[in-house]
Structures are given as C-alpha cells and as structure tokens.
C-alpha cells in the first residue's frame, strides 16, 4: 500500500466511524492506531501510547483550558447575562431591529468571560429569545441572529479554540488573545450592520420600532459593572505583566466566582453542575487532544504531510492563494466535525506548510495572522448546514421555529463572515495591531 493509499484509508475510517456515531474522539484514536499498526507494526505502538498521554497532560498550560471553561460556567449559572441583554437593550433600543443588536452586543460582551460558543449562544438565548418574540421578531431573525452571535464567545477572547492553537503551535497566548480583540469587534459590528440591512430588505422581520421598557440608567450600568471589572482584571494583569494567561484565567474563575455569588443566583445545585459540566467539557477535549494525536502520529509516519508541503511549494502559487485553499478546506470539514477536532487534526499538518511560505512578515507574525485566521474560518461550522451546532442549540431552544427557518436566517451572519474573512486575508495588519504592544 502506498503512503497516499494509506493516507486516505486513514481518514476513510475516521469518517466511517463518525457516520455511525462513534465518538470523534474515538473515532480519530481507532483510524490512527490502525495507520501506525498498518506501517510500524504492535510494539511500537505499545511504546508510544505508554508515553504518549502522559507527555500531552504534563503541560501546565493545558490548565488553562478547564480554568476559562469553568469561568464560563460561573458566568452561566450566576445571572450575568440577564444584566448584560437588559444593558444592551436599554442602549440600542431606539434603532430598528435594536433587540436583535443588543443580542449581538450581550454576546460578545458575555464572550469575553466565557471562552466557549456554545454556551453563549445557549445562555444569550435563554434571556433574549422571549424577549425577542414578544416584541414581534421572527423565529428566523430571532434564531439567526443568537446563533451567529453565540459565535463571538470564540472570536472574542478568552477563546478555548486559540488556547488550544497556542499550544500545538507554541505561540504566546497573550499574543493571539491581542490579536482576536479586533477581529472580534470587526464580527460583532458586521453582525450588526447585517442586522440593519437585513430588517430593511425582509420587511416583517422586526417590528419598526422597539418599544423596550428598559431605560439607560447608573441602575442598568452598574449590572454591566463586574463583567468590566473582571475583564479588566484577567486581561489588564496579563498585559500588565502582573500573571502569566494561566495564572489569568484563574484570577478570572475566581472573580466571576465571587460576581456569581453577588448576584445570589448561584446555588448549591447549579454550583455543583458548573463543576461536573467543567470536568465533562474537559475530558472531551483531552480526549480529541489524544485521539488527535495518534491521527497526527500515523501521518507522520507516511510522511505525506511532508510530501504535500513540498508539492504545494513546488507549484509556485502565492502564499494567500494556498491560505485561501487551506480556509475552504475548513469550510468543508466544518460540515462534518466541530472545531476543536478541526483544529486539533489539521493544524500539525497545515502549520508546518503556512510557515514555510513568504508573506514578507515575521515568523511569529504569520504563526499568529494564520491562527486568527483559523478561528474565523471555523466559526463557519458553528452556523452552516448540515451540523452548524449553533443552530441546533438555539432552535433547540425555539420548540415553535423549524430548523429550516433558523438556517435562513443565519445566511445574513454568513455573508458578514465571508466579507470580514476577505478583509482579515489581504488585510493582516487588522489581526497583529494589538500584538504590537504586548511585550
């Protein structure tokens, strides 16, 4: 059999086992073992899972992971949302399709605590969707526009998919987070701005005018109030110098821990499940970290990785040519596996390729543009058909809107994200403006 049959038989079985179900976690450890086993025979293989796990989970930095999941958690369960939609709403009210806006702005402000998509847009969702109906939105806009922002809860940091990019590509975490900030701010505005165009083409998507009995007041700013203080404190004592990312994220934890306490909606139970729900999210992860890694190992052994970088070298095309081929790639895997596992797969084998091109940047530069480029490219899966997990969690929770519907209405959020990953692409120097003050 040769290296490129092996090659695809490899990912043939990694994609048979997810079509049934089985874990990706699973899935990506089986096709792999069968890969080494097929080129390097049991006892080698023996040899490397006996190291293997402990070399991955000995890391330090991997605590970061579990640490800003767990932040999230206590953000969730404590009430914080609640204040951040009733400020945003109270702010954008007056304009046309505001409730929609104030959705997008609660996300990314709840993002910036949370770290994890998912759980943005299920905790945005749970505030704003009755709010949303009741003022006359469509389950389409509705739905959409949650989706599309529980999306900023990666591209705003914390972001657990960049940790995790930072530690298979050895970059700084301090300096991917600065280098998310702008990026994050240019989606949550394009997502606005698609909102706003969006209700004037549709009519009967929103209602002319909201009437929101919010008013801005010290009353619905002080509720905004912790989540600032906190992100001020992880984010301003990392850039300070004051603790490293991972002594941050802890700072974070504890902070939010005490704001969850404050608002008094944090109870035995609920604290309880942050814990367990924690542990759970975690395990997955280290789980696709493992079975990832055997995928990678057996990759490796063909060496066709190599190969293809050579080959794709040889051709002679330039450098944002082969990062746009890389980025549709993404696209397409985002229909059939989620974003870490993208990541986790992928990066051992396009990383070593983007680096070896000439964008006429530094190397951390280009190590970090391609990282944000990365995140952005991902956040595709979270909201096209046919997984687009997002969509699924939200229209979950909108028994009354079919699934259709709420597929529609992220097709406006989608165009905002081609345009702002065009923008990112022939535009680096938005992605590493922030990375040039962080020492």
Request: hydrophobic residues 55%; contains cysteine; aromatic residues 10%.
């Amino acid at each position: 059999m040769t290296p490129l049959t092996l090659t695809l038989t490899i990912f043939a079985i990694m994609l048979l086992l997810m079509a049934v179900r089985i874990p990706i976690a699973v899935a990506m450890f089986v096709a792999g073992c069968t890969g080494y086993v097929a080129q390097a025979g049991w006892g080698p293989l023996s040899s490397f899972l006996n190291t293997q796990a402990f070399a991955r989970f000995a890391s330090y930095d991997l605590s970061v992971i579990p640490l800003f999941i767990l932040m999230g958690h206590f953000a969730t369960q404590g009430g914080i949302s609640k204040a951040l939609f009733g400020f945003a709403s109270a702010l954008l009210s007056r304009l046309r399709g505001g409730l929609a806006m104030a959705a997008v702005m609660a996300s990314a402000a709840f993002g910036a605590i949370c770290g994890s998509s998912v759980a943005t847009a299920a905790t945005i969702t749970s505030v704003a969707l009755p709010e949303m109906k009741r003022h006359g939105y469509s389950g389409r806009l509705a739905t959409g526009t949650l989706a599309a922002g529980g999306t900023l809860g990666i591209l705003i940091p914390p972001s657990v998919p960049l940790v995790i990019y930072a530690i298979l590509t050895e970059q700084n975490i301090a300096k991917l987070f600065a280098a998310a900030m702008v990026p994050g701010l240019i989606a949550m505005g394009g997502y606005m701005i698609a909102i706003a165009v969006y209700v004037r083409l549709v009519p009967g998507q929103a209602p002319e005018h909201d009437v929101v009995n919010e008013r801005l007041t010290l009353q619905s700013l002080a509720g905004i109030l912790p989540i600032g203080l906190i992100f001020l404190l992880v984010f301003g004592g990392i850039y300070g110098g004051l603790f490293t990312p991972t002594e941050g994220a802890a700072v974070g934890t504890a902070s939010t821990f005490v704001a969850a306490l404050l608002k008094r909606e944090l109870t035995l139970a609920k604290l309880k499940y942050c814990f367990y729900a924690t542990a759970e999210s975690s395990a997955m992860i280290f789980m696709i970290f493992i079975g990832a890694d055997m995928m990678n190992a057996a990759l490796a052994l063909t060496q066709v990785p190599d190969q293809l970088a050579s080959l794709v070298t040889s051709w002679g095309l330039s450098p944002l040519m082969v990062v746009s081929a890389i980025l549709l790639l993404y696209v397409v895997l985002g229909a059939v596996m989620d974003e870490l596992s993208m990541i986790l797969l992928t990066i051992p084998i396009f990383f070593p390729l983007v680096m070896g091109l000439d964008f006429g940047l530094p190397s951390e530069s280009v190590a970090i543009w391609f990282g944000i480029m990365v995140l952005m490219t991902v956040g595709f899966g979270l909201l096209a058909p046919p997984v687009g997990l997002n969509v699924y969690v939200v229209n979950g929770m909108a028994k009354d809107v079919p699934i259709a519907e709420s597929y529609r209405g992220v097709l406006p959020f989608l165009a905002s994200d081609v345009l702002r990953t065009l923008l990112l692409l022939f535009f680096p120097a938005a992605s590493l403006w922030l990375v040039q003050f962080v020492g």
